[in-house]
C-alpha cells in the first residue's frame, strides 16, 4: 500500500481521536461533543468551520488556488442505541450507546484526510470536508440539505467511505450503479372478532389471519418480481392478544421491503396491499395498511466511481479494488446526497475482527455488532484516499 508518509507519522494522534470518540459515543442529532471536537480541531488548522448545519452538523472548507471546482468528502458522526460488550479501554462510557457501526472511525479518517491538505494544499479548488450528524435513522443528510448544504457549500462531485468487515485491510469495493437499498416499513393491521378461545367458530381469529398473511407476503419476490430484480420482504414484529384464552380482535404486523429500485418498492406495496386485503377477507377479517418510507436507494454515478477506483489503484493495487461485487440491501442516507450530486459511496475492508484488543466480548466483528470496533489501521488508508482523491479530482 501505498500511504502517505506524513499521515503514518500521525497515527497515533488520529488513533487518540477516534478512541476518544468511541468512548463517547453521541446519537443522532445530539452529536454536541463530537461536533465541537471536529469544529476546533479544523479551525486549529486553519480550515474555515460551520457549525450547526442540520443541528449537528459541521462543514469545513478548504481553498487552494484559483480554481474553480469544488469536491465534497462525507463522513457520518453519530452513535447507535446499543449497549457495549467491549471492556477494552476505549469501550463506552455511555450505557446503552455505542460506536458498534465505526462512524467514529469515518470521522477521524476524514480528520486525517483534512490535516494533510490543510498542511499541503496541492490542489486547486475547494474541499467542503462534510461531518453529517444522524445517519443510522434520524435523516441527516436531509438536515444539512434543509439548510442549504449544496448551495452553501457547491460540491461538484461527493463522496463517502464506510468500512465493512470481512473485507481484508486494504481492500476497496467502488460499484457502479446501487450500492445500498432502500427502506420502506410497513404496518398491517388485521381486524377479526373477539371470542372466547373455547369457542373460535363464533369469532374471526386476527392471528390465523396474519399468519396465512405472512405465508402469502413470501410469494411476492419469489413470483410477482421481474428474477433480474433483487427485492427483500421481512415481517419482523406480530403483536396480539393479551391473555391465553381470548382470541384477540386484532393482530398487528410489521415489517420492511428493501429494494435497489423504486419501482420495484412501488410494485411490492401494491402486492402487500393486494395479498393482506384478499387475504383477510377470505376469512371475514379486515385490514388496515400503512408504509412508512425511509431511505431510497444509494446508487453511485458511474464515472464518478470509475474515478475513484483509479485513485484507489494507486493506492491498493488493481487486484486490491473491486469494481463488480453484490451490494446490500441495508440502508443509507448518503443516499440523499446522490440523489442532488453525482458522486461514489466506497466500502474500505475493516478486516476480519482479529485486530480487537483483548477484552472485546462474545461475538464477530460485523456491523451492529455489541463486539464491534473499528479498525485503526485504516485511519491512515482512509486518509491517504481522501488525500490522493482531491488532489486528483482537483489538479493544479
Known sequence: MKLIDSLVSQADFFTTIRRDLHAHP???FEEFRTAEIVANTLEQWGIEVYRKIGKTGVVGVLRSGNGGRSIGLRADMDALPVTENNTFAH????PGKMHACGHDGHTAMLLAGAWYLSQHRQFNGTVNFIFQPAEECGGGAEAMMADGLFERFPCEAIFALHNWPGFKV?????KSGPIMGSITTFEIQVIGKSVHAAMPHLGIDPVLVASHIVTALQSLVSRSLDPLDTAVVSVTRINAGEVVNVIPDQATMHGTIRAF???VVEDIEAGVR???????????ATTNITFEYGYPPTVNDPEQSAFAATVLDDI???ENVLRVHEASMAGEDFSYMLQKVPGAYIWIGNGDGSHRLAGHGIGN???HNSSYDFNDQLLCLGGSFWARLVERFLTA
Open 26 to 28: 453521541e446519537l443522532f
Open 91 to 94: 469501550h463506552s462510557v455511555y
Open 170 to 174: 486494504g481492500e476497496f469495493a467502488v
Open 261 to 263: 429500485k423504486t419501482n
Open 274 to 284: 393486494r395479498i393482506a386485503d384478499h387475504v383477510a377477507h377470505a376469512f371475514g
Open 316 to 318: 491498493v493495487g488493481e
Open 365 to 367: 466483528c460485523m456491523l
